[in-house]
């Protein structure tokens, strides 16, 4: 079994930054493509960024880009959202999510195990 468990989450001011962490355990972490999600109030799940098990493929939404960065520690079996210039729109809770074998990851049926999310707040 695989657990995934993100932190890092808040309230922060427009054009202020949070890194958000996700730790995995119970799984050979290196081995998975990790992707992070986030729901806005009232909206559907989306699919922002994901990074592919050896970190060197990413891959980001338009409107994150440039913003956002995704990076992973295998050694810490992490994987982090560093999130600069945010912006109100970017309210959410944000989760992440490992996929043991698909790549490229482009939405929720691709991934394998969900962590319980985390609450970012930018306010105006």
């Known amino acids: 079994q695989v657990q995934l468990v993100e932190s890092g989450g808040g309230l922060v001011q427009a054009g202020g930054s949070l890194r958000l962490s996700c730790a995995a355990s119970?799984?050979?972490?290196?081995?998975?493509?990790m992707g992070w999600f986030r729901q806005a109030p009232g909206k559907e799940r989306e699919f922002i960024t994901t990074?592919?098990?050896?970190?060197?493929?990413?891959y980001y939404v338009d409107s994150v880009k440039g913003r956002f960065t995704i990076s992973r520690d295998n050694a810490k079996n992490t994987v982090y959202l560093q999130m600069n210039s945010l912006k109100p729109e970017d309210t959410a809770v944000y989760y992440c999510?490992?996929?043991?074998?698909?790549?490229?990851?482009?939405?929720?049926?691709?991934?394998?195990?969900w962590g319980k999310g985390t609450l970012v707040t930018v306010s105006s």
């Open positions: 990074i592919r098990w050896s970190g060197g493929s990413t």
């Open positions: 999510a490992a996929s043991l074998s698909r790549w490229p990851i482009t939405g929720d049926h691709d991934m394998d195990y």
């Open positions: 119970g799984t050979i972490f290196s081995s998975y493509a």
